[in-house]
């Protein structure tokens, strides 16, 4: 029997119809499925084990000697070409002292000779080696035979090519500008684009087939055999089936199972059948010196898959479109550089005879004493730098940049879904996960189709299900909120701890700006402790959020991964975001006034801004956490691969022996089971900082420019050259990240709003330029900002101190202090409404909410303008999905139609010449 198939198998002229597979004309996965093994069964005699006792004539993979041929990516008989690798151990070579060990290997080996009988079975062929390194490895190497990929290929609904794209090709205007930045293209060359439709092996002489070798690439075919792997059972225990290589791998039955990459990275291989892509990709996309040019996506799709290839092509378009928002942010950041120079009330703070002579209230309780404004003289000349008029207009334009960038976004992602055949993946190809379908033991009725359908639990269990995985998330996002609360008291207390040893001598002419603030020192310590913190709670939740979505069991792939990515982000956004929203929003707003403090837990007195607000502090925030973000990303990305492999390396014996492509390929690293799920974080999380909070930070976009630019090419080196090739998968879209940004997008604007209108000093000094500078309120003829400073700081009259709020003691030199000064717009003592607020603050809140009112119904206007006026998807990516349709229909459908025509014709005729008339006798 085995030898009738191989005899198939070889035979290059026979067709998929050879296999006499009877199906529908519209077949499900499962229909389809049950049909290639029923014909199958009548070819290939291998029982499915339903103990763990299979019989003595099971089929397993073929042990050869390897060839010494170290880039060779096929069977020793050079003509089957390794589609895919498993490794084990071999149990014969073990440590078998102990019974219950030797009981557990005989089980691994039962479930996997059954396993690769079943995959034989499938039709795929094995042959196994020997480690040449280290004996107990065997390497199993995986080949799918022509008529499995077509056969599979149907099943999977993949989409192959038809015929050549026809349409004629517009060069755009842009060519002329990134011709100095595009890949060579004698080097790599460009992909040829074709209409393609999904794979019917009844019509297979309608595909475009000059090449049956190459009709199936490696990517495609390791995609099928993926497929058949994740789905071949091994066991059945308590009319339970077990099944997928992904459970063989977490019970260590097999070591790994990967496809293979193509050759060395770093060497042109001049054997024919090595087609070098990684060394191309490794040469032209992953090395340092490429950094200025264009990725060459269509080859990084199909050496990876698109999956990987989206991800590459989003982050390329994210970077390419950070270059206008870098450019227009250190504009404004220069903008505020220069304007130091004209910074009025700055100079006021750092003037002896101004700042000099305004004593400060202490900002906490009996520790604190008296300071003098001046120590705040640095860092309120470096508030001038972010707390100017170019940081609003930059506010604005962000709010209108990433609405350009998510609407353009939408326009490349529909060519690339039409280029790499996506575009109805989700509705054709995804499959259910295999350990959903292990699950599925309640049948229930589909409303729609009126069939029974088997699920994994019914609708109250789903309920509990659901509610037990909120309540998990809910619980650890408070326990974000109970670490941001200790940050704050943390804040609270060692503010006290620096304040009391601050020096305090005050000389006119002394540089009070060497020493650090007790606000700036506070901040910076804190900030430093939140990062820390913030990376060991991800580490912990990284768990978690796994272990709730695998809880859930969903359907497809697609869906886990958006509930994980929802999970995940949302508990990120809390983590990262939770200190910059309460330094920005929350400090320094309730905190009373000297006389009548707010307290926090009736202990700890609220913390207070500086006298020219809070917007220096979130910059230091945001500087710390993203900069330390990044750069930790970047050491851990580069360095824990390579340690690892380099330590694998050091490790290995005999390394002057020829060690074969697999055996390379099995040092590498995983990747992992969630793929690029963490590197899209990364961007994300990104992308908040740069969008969120980019009007106390206008140069977020240059740095996250920077920053991306070296994570392309070191997310491109890990894949190419320490990383196992990563098993191909499809993808139409970026999936739960988009609508995430969607929302930042939107969030973006009232955030920055926000800030400027609560956060900054620009509504006040605006206020008190327009309205308290001149008479009646002020001493000039025209708006300035001279008294600002005086103005703007409230007197209270040591006096009215209460209880704990009074110095513990005074410094000598403010033994004479009769009034302070204080953050705030009140009367002073003596007035009628002491203490109260007066007409200062309550113009000031309505410019604020004047402000923020005005300014978010105007960007939000001009965000649904733009996002009107782009279309999703470009004409010229209709037309050819328009043109690929009608192919379709006229090559596969209605082709299919006349041949249907002509046979009953032919009927007809007989019928009309009286033959074979099945009426005529009856009517005689």
């Given at each position: 029997?085995?030898?009738?198939w191989d005899k198939m198998m070889a035979s290059g002229e026979q067709s998929c119809e050879h296999m006499g597979l009877a199906e529908a004309a519209s077949p499900s996965h499962v229909d389809l499925e049950a049909n290639v093994l029923e014909s199958m069964e009548q070819t290939v005699i291998a029982p499915t084990y339903g103990s763990m006792q299979p019989p003595e004539n099971y089929h397993t993979a073929e042990l050869v000697e390897f060839d010494l041929n170290p880039d060779s990516l096929f069977f020793n008989d050079g003509q089957r070409r390794v589609d895919y690798i498993l490794v084990y151990e071999d149990e014969a070579?073990?440590?078998?002292?102990?019974?219950?060990?030797?009981?557990?290997?005989?089980?691994?080996?039962?479930?996997?000779?059954?396993?690769?009988?079943?995959?034989?079975?499938?039709?795929?062929?094995?042959?196994?080696?020997?480690?040449?390194?280290?004996?107990?490895?065997?390497?199993?190497?995986?080949?799918?035979?022509?008529?499995?990929?077509?056969?599979?290929?149907?099943?999977?609904?993949?989409?192959?090519?038809?015929?050549?794209?026809?349409?004629?090709?517009?060069?755009?205007?842009?060519?002329?500008?990134?011709?100095?930045?595009?890949?060579?293209?004698?080097?790599?060359?460009?992909?040829?684009?074709?209409?393609?439709?999904?794979?019917?092996?009844?019509?297979?002489?309608?595909?475009?087939?000059?090449?049956?070798?190459?009709?199936?690439?490696?990517?495609?075919?390791?995609?099928?055999?993926?497929?058949?792997?994740?789905?071949?059972?091994?066991?059945?225990?308590?009319?339970?089936?077990?099944?997928?290589?992904?459970?063989?791998?977490?019970?260590?039955?097999?070591?790994?199972?990967?496809?293979?990459?193509?050759?060395?990275?770093?060497?042109?291989?001049?054997?024919?059948?090595?087609?070098?892509?990684?060394?191309?990709?490794?040469?032209?996309?992953?090395?340092?010196?490429?950094?200025?040019?264009?990725?060459?996506?269509?080859?990084?799709?199909?050496?990876?898959?698109?999956?990987?290839?989206?991800?590459?092509?989003?982050?390329?378009?994210?970077?390419?479109?950070?270059?206008?928002?870098?450019?227009?942010?250190?504009?404004?950041?220069?903008?505020?550089?220069?304007?130091?120079?004209?910074?009025?009330?700055?100079?006021?703070?750092?003037?002896?005879?101004?700042?000099?002579?305004?004593?400060?209230?202490?900002?906490?309780?009996?520790?604190?004493?008296?300071?003098?404004?001046?120590?705040?003289?640095?860092?309120?000349?470096?508030?001038?730098?972010?707390?100017?008029?170019?940081?609003?207009?930059?506010?604005?334009?962000?709010?209108?940049?990433?609405?350009?960038?998510?609407?353009?976004?939408?326009?490349?992602?529909?060519?690339?879904?039409?280029?790499w055949d996506t575009v109805e993946f989700l509705e054709q190809e995804e499959q259910p996960l295999p350990e959903y379908e292990a699950k599925c033991t309640h049948v229930v009725v589909n409303p729609i189709t009126q069939q029974e359908e088997h699920v994994p639990y019914t609708a109250c269990g789903k309920c509990l299900r659901m509610t037990l995985c909120t309540s998990a998330v809910f619980f650890w996002i408070f326990l974000i909120i109970a670490s941001v609360v200790g940050i704050i008291v943390y804040r609270l207390s060692v503010f006290l701890v620096f304040s009391s040893n601050l020096p305090r001598h005050i000389n006119?002419?002394?540089?009070?700006?060497?020493?650090?603030?007790?606000?700036?020192?506070?901040?910076?310590?804190?900030?430093?402790?939140?990062?820390?913190?913030?990376?060991?709670?991800?580490?912990?939740?990284?768990?978690?959020?796994?272990?709730?979505?695998?809880?859930?069991?969903?359907?497809?792939?697609?869906?886990?991964?958006?509930?994980?990515?929802?999970?995940?982000?949302?508990?990120?956004?809390?983590?990262?975001?939770?200190?910059?929203?309460?330094?920005?929003?929350?400090?320094?707003?309730?905190?009373?006034?000297?006389?009548?403090?707010?307290?926090?837990?009736?202990?700890?007195?609220?913390?207070?801004?500086?006298?020219?607000?809070?917007?220096?502090?979130?910059?230091?925030?945001?500087?710390?956490?993203?900069?330390?973000?990044?750069?930790?990303?970047?050491?851990?990305?580069?360095?824990?691969?390579?340690?690892?492999?380099?330590?694998?390396?050091?490790?290995?014996?005999?390394?002057?022996?020829?060690?074969?492509?697999?055996?390379?390929?099995?040092?590498?690293?995983?990747?992992?089971?969630?793929?690029?799920?963490?590197?899209?974080?990364?961007?994300?999380?990104?992308?908040?900082?740069?969008?969120?909070?980019?009007?106390?930070?206008?140069?977020?976009?240059?740095?996250?420019?920077?920053?991306?630019?070296?994570?392309?090419?070191?997310?491109?080196?890990?894949?190419?050259?320490?990383?196992?090739?990563?098993?191909?998968?499809?993808?139409?879209?970026?999936?739960?990240?988009?609508?995430?940004?969607?929302?930042?997008?939107?969030?973006?604007?009232?955030?920055?709003?926000?800030?400027?209108?609560?956060?900054?000093?620009?509504?006040?000094?605006?206020?008190?330029?327009?309205?308290?500078?001149?008479?009646?309120?002020?001493?000039?003829?025209?708006?300035?900002?001279?008294?600002?400073?005086?103005?703007?700081?409230?007197?209270?009259?040591?006096?009215?101190?209460?209880?704990?709020?009074?110095?513990?003691?005074?410094?000598?030199?403010?033994?004479?202090?009769?009034?302070?000064?204080?953050?705030?717009?009140?009367?002073?003592?003596?007035?009628?409404?002491?203490?109260?607020?007066?007409?200062?603050?309550?113009?000031?809140?309505?410019?604020?909410?004047?402000?923020?009112?005005?300014?978010?119904?105007?960007?939000?206007?001009?965000?649904?303008?733009?996002?009107?006026?782009?279309?999703?998807?470009?004409?010229?990516?209709?037309?050819?999905?328009?043109?690929?349709?009608?192919?379709?229909?006229?090559?596969?459908?209605?082709?299919?139609?006349?041949?249907?025509?002509?046979?009953?014709?032919?009927?007809?005729?007989?019928?009309?010449?009286?033959?074979?008339?099945?009426?005529?006798?009856?009517?005689?």
């Amino acid at each position: 029997m085995w030898a009738r198939w191989d005899k198939m198998m070889a035979s290059g002229e026979q067709s998929c119809e050879h296999m006499g597979l009877a199906e529908a004309a519209s077949p499900s996965h499962v229909d389809l499925e049950a049909n290639v093994l029923e014909s199958m069964e009548q070819t290939v005699i291998a029982p499915t084990y339903g103990s763990m006792q299979p019989p003595e004539n099971y089929h397993t993979a073929e042990l050869v000697e390897f060839d010494l041929n170290p880039d060779s990516l096929f069977f020793n008989d050079g003509q089957r070409r390794v589609d895919y690798i498993l490794v084990y151990e071999d149990e014969a070579l073990k440590d078998q002292t102990k019974s219950t060990k030797r009981s557990m290997i005989l089980k691994q080996r039962k479930k996997r000779q059954a396993y690769e009988s079943n995959l034989m079975r499938h039709g795929l062929r094995l042959e196994a080696t020997r480690s040449v390194v280290d004996e107990k490895l065997i390497f199993v190497k995986v080949h799918a035979p022509w008529e499995v990929l077509c056969t599979y290929a149907e099943v999977m609904h993949i989409k192959l090519p038809l015929q050549p794209n026809d349409l004629k090709v517009r060069d755009s205007a842009f060519n002329c500008f990134t011709k100095f930045f595009r890949v060579n293209e004698d080097i790599i060359k460009p992909e040829q684009e074709f209409f393609t439709a999904p794979f019917e092996k009844d019509r297979i002489h309608e595909f475009y087939i000059p090449d049956r070798d190459q009709f199936f690439n490696p990517s495609t075919r390791s995609r099928i055999v993926q497929f058949i792997l994740s789905r071949v059972e091994y066991a059945i225990r308590d009319n339970v089936k077990k099944f997928g290589i992904n459970k063989l791998l977490d019970s260590a039955v097999y070591k790994a199972a990967f496809p293979l990459h193509d050759c060395r990275f770093n060497y042109m291989s001049e054997d024919p059948n090595c087609p070098n892509e990684r060394y191309l990709l490794y040469r032209e996309w992953a090395h340092p010196r490429s950094f200025y040019k264009l990725q060459p996506l269509d080859l990084v799709r199909k050496y990876y898959g698109e999956k990987i290839g989206i991800y590459f092509a989003w982050l390329g378009f994210y970077t390419k479109m950070l270059v206008l928002a870098a450019f227009v942010g250190l504009a404004c950041f220069l903008y505020g550089y220069k304007s130091q120079e004209s910074c009025t009330w700055s100079k006021e703070v750092c003037d002896p005879e101004i700042g000099g002579n305004i004593i400060m209230c202490p900002q906490c309780d009996e520790q604190c004493t008296y300071w003098n404004l001046t120590i705040t003289c640095n860092s309120s000349q470096k508030l001038c730098i972010f707390d100017s008029f170019g940081t609003l207009v930059f506010a604005v334009f962000m709010g209108v940049w990433v609405t350009l960038f998510l609407e353009f976004w939408k326009r490349r992602q529909a060519e690339l879904e039409y280029e790499w055949d996506t575009v109805e993946f989700l509705e054709q190809e995804e499959q259910p996960l295999p350990e959903y379908e292990a699950k599925c033991t309640h049948v229930v009725v589909n409303p729609i189709t009126q069939q029974e359908e088997h699920v994994p639990y019914t609708a109250c269990g789903k309920c509990l299900r659901m509610t037990l995985c909120t309540s998990a998330v809910f619980f650890w996002i408070f326990l974000i909120i109970a670490s941001v609360v200790g940050i704050i008291v943390y804040r609270l207390s060692v503010f006290l701890v620096f304040s009391s040893n601050l020096p305090r001598h005050i000389n006119g002419t002394e540089a009070i700006q060497k020493y650090l603030t007790p606000q700036t020192a506070t901040t910076i310590t804190a900030s430093i402790i939140n990062f820390i913190i913030i990376m060991i709670l991800n580490m912990v939740y990284e768990r978690v959020a796994i272990w709730i979505t695998d809880f859930e069991l969903q359907r497809t792939k697609s869906d886990y991964e958006n509930s994980l990515t929802t999970k995940m982000f949302l508990f990120q956004f809390v983590n990262y975001y939770s200190a910059c929203f309460y330094i920005a929003f929350f400090k320094g707003k309730f905190v009373g006034y000297p006389g009548d403090p707010i307290y926090w837990f009736g202990r700890y007195r609220n913390e207070e801004c500086d006298p020219g607000g809070c917007l220096l502090e979130l910059t230091t925030q945001l500087t710390i956490i993203m900069g330390g973000k990044a750069i930790w990303n970047n050491f851990q990305e580069v360095l824990f691969p390579w340690i690892k492999n380099l330590i694998g390396r050091c490790n290995a014996v005999g390394s002057e022996k020829i060690i074969p492509r697999w055996e390379q390929d099995y040092h590498l690293q995983p990747l992992g089971k969630l793929g690029l799920f963490y590197e899209y974080l990364e961007m994300v999380i990104q992308f908040g900082f740069v969008t969120l909070f980019v009007a106390s930070f206008p140069l977020a976009p240059l740095l996250a420019l920077v920053n991306n630019l070296v994570e392309i090419r070191v997310d491109a080196w890990k894949l190419t050259t320490q990383f196992r090739r990563v098993p191909p998968e499809k993808a139409q879209d970026i999936g739960a990240w988009q609508p995430i940004m969607q929302g930042i997008a939107i969030l973006a604007v009232v955030t920055n709003a926000m800030i400027i209108a609560f956060t900054s000093d620009m509504i006040p000094r605006l206020v008190y330029y327009w309205s308290f500078s001149v008479p009646p309120y002020g001493n000039h003829s025209s708006p300035t900002m001279e008294g600002y400073i005086t103005n703007t700081l409230s007197i209270f009259n040591v006096s009215d101190f209460l209880g704990q709020s009074r110095p513990a003691s005074t410094p000598a030199w403010f033994a004479n202090v009769t009034t302070c000064r204080y953050r705030d717009f009140r009367y002073p003592p003596g007035h009628e409404y002491q203490y109260e607020h007066n007409i200062y603050y309550w113009h000031v809140i309505a410019a604020k909410l004047s402000f923020l009112i005005v300014v978010e119904h105007v960007v939000y206007s001009v965000k649904f303008i733009i996002a009107y006026i782009i279309p999703d998807i470009s004409k010229s990516t209709r037309d050819k999905l328009k043109r690929e349709k009608y192919l379709t229909q006229k090559l596969l459908h209605e082709t299919h139609l006349k041949g249907v025509k002509k046979q009953m014709g032919k009927v007809a005729e007989k019928i009309l010449q009286g033959i074979d008339d099945p009426y005529r006798q009856k009517y005689e």
